[in-house]
């Protein structure tokens, strides 16, 4: 049974499962102004693991993950290029989805977003008011977090510590320096919705309480996010959800940051790594090893020889893949083949579990794998073929898991043949038939056949 550590109480815990057999998840998604970071890559690594692992052991996830597309970030850019915001957020989401794709990451069960769900967030900000939980000023309507019972859970703070480390309000009228906007009024020029209290936009932190308790229900499973998320933005959702007198996440799962030489990555340091240059010089299954290589909650070091080294461990994988793949064509199953195959699935699959139960530990699960698939080698070429094929087949299945897959970088497009596929949908769908079959020839030249269908284009190779 998987345990998790739970930022709310500082404990490893059971995941809880409302509906036996079945787990909720809802992890905060991108606020989508631009091309998406190493960080992102990883929390979206993460939280594929998690969700492959959990379907491994039987259970059904509903996987819900948003997209912030109305925020003062996209809505600025789109100021300074002169475009409309909902350019600059279908822009950003399309080289998201791409680069997600890219690194294998399965996409999530559900992707509301924000703009779909104004009017309920709108209505959730009335019925706080209406509670006394929130209160209107002149430029928007913000929560009250004293009247909050247990703002602070997840900082792990008390409200007056929090009043203290505050910052200076930036409207007067705010009664405390941690009450927060759940409503914006409007402002020149910006997007608006209308609302009780007049034109205007929600906050950030009210969007995640109604998609996550609205498409998933009261006391849903896990809620994940980046171990920046916990405040304010976690603490700000579940103050409005215990304000409503509604069961919130039972479990709260933060993934780590990513630091490149040492240093947490910010675009003001000059050490920030955009994921589509990243997958341009690097397999995207060495990312994701590295990602599984360090215990999700620590930060996570992204460097140019630990890649090299993660595609040092894919080169095996590939090898044993590969072998094995030779052998079968060669000699099929012999017999008593199968119960070796058997025996050494339930040892390999135990240690893995052992591994995995225990707070999802990546990094033990994934050496375990890698001393497999090295052993497994190893005796095929002593030629002791029957238990090299058993044991290499045991650890290829358990990578697979994890969602590392051999040979997987050939089978799957790269960014290069994505960005042209995107390109080529798009010309398709404007009509401009000439160009989009130029670009069909230019992935073509790249090595792969794009097939149209109901459901969008395919590619294959
Ligand atoms: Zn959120």
Redesign the pocket.
């Known amino acids: 049974m998987l345990r998790l550590h739970d930022t709310a109480t500082g404990l490893v815990a059971p995941v809880p499962e409302r509906d036996p057999g079945s787990v909720g998840l809802y992890v ?1 998604g991108p606020t989508v102004y631009g091309p998406p970071h190493a960080g992102h890559g990883r929390f979206v690594l993460v939280y594929d693991v998690l969700r492959r692992y959990l379907e491994h052991t039987g259970k059904a996830v509903r996987h819900v993950s ?1 997209v912030t597309d109305v925020d003062d970030k996209i809505v600025d850019r789109a100021r300074a290029e002169r475009r409309d915001w909902r350019d600059v957020a279908a822009e950003s989401e399309e080289q998201w989805w791409r680069a997600m794709d890219a690194l294998g990451a399965l996409r999530p069960g559900v992707v509301p977003h924000a703009t779909e769900h104004v009017a309920e967030m709108a209505e959730l900000v009335a019925e706080l008011v209406a509670r006394g939980h929130a209160y209107e000023t002149s430029d928007g309507v913000y929560l009250a977090c004293d009247t909050v019972e247990g703002y602070g859970m997840l900082a792990h703070q008390s409200v007056d510590s929090l009043r203290a480390g505050a910052r200076v309000a930036v409207s007067e009228e705010k009664r405390s320096p941690v009450d927060f906007a759940l409503w914006k009024k409007a402002k020149p020029g910006g997007p608006t919705w209308p609302s009780a209290f007049g034109p205007g936009r929600p906050g950030w932190h009210t ?2 309480v109604v998609m996550s308790l609205g498409l998933l229900g009261e006391g849903f499973d896990l809620h994940g ?1 980046g171990l920046d ?1 916990v405040f304010p ?2 603490e700000n ?1 579940r103050a409005q959800a215990v304000a409503l007198g509604r069961r919130f996440a039972r479990l709260w799962v933060h993934n780590g940051l990513v630091t490149v030489g040492g240093e947490k990555m910010s675009k003001s340091l000059g050490n920030y790594v955009e994921l589509e240059d990243l997958l341009a010089s690097a397999d995207p299954r060495a990312y994701r090893m590295l990602v599984l290589r360090s215990s999700y909650r620590s930060p996570l070091e992204v460097g140019e020889a630990a890649l090299a080294d993660a595609s040092a461990a894919l080169g095996r994988v590939d090898e044993l893949a590969r072998r094995i793949g030779t052998l079968r064509d060669e000699r099929g199953a012999a017999s008593g083949e199968v119960d070796g195959l058997a025996r050494t699935r339930k040892s390999v699959g135990d240690r893995f579990g052992a591994a995995m139960d225990e707070d999802l530990a990546t990094p033990r699960a994934l050496a375990d794998l890698l001393v497999a698939v090295r052993d497994a080698n190893r005796l095929l070429d002593s030629g002791d073929v029957t238990a090299g094929r058993s044991l290499g087949r045991a650890a290829l299945e358990h990578l697979a898991v994890l969602g590392v897959e051999p040979g997987a970088a050939s089978d799957r497009p790269g960014t290069a043949v994505l960005e042209l596929a995107g390109r080529r949908e798009e010309a398709r769908r404007s009509g401009d038939y000439a160009a989009a079959d130029a670009l069909r020839s230019e992935i073509a030249a790249l090595g792969w056949q794009v097939d149209d269908s109901p459901s969008g284009p395919h590619l294959r190779r």
Do not use: A, F, P, Q
Request: charged share 20%; aromatic share 0%.
């Open positions: 905060c948003n969007e995640c996010g998320l933005h976690h959702e």
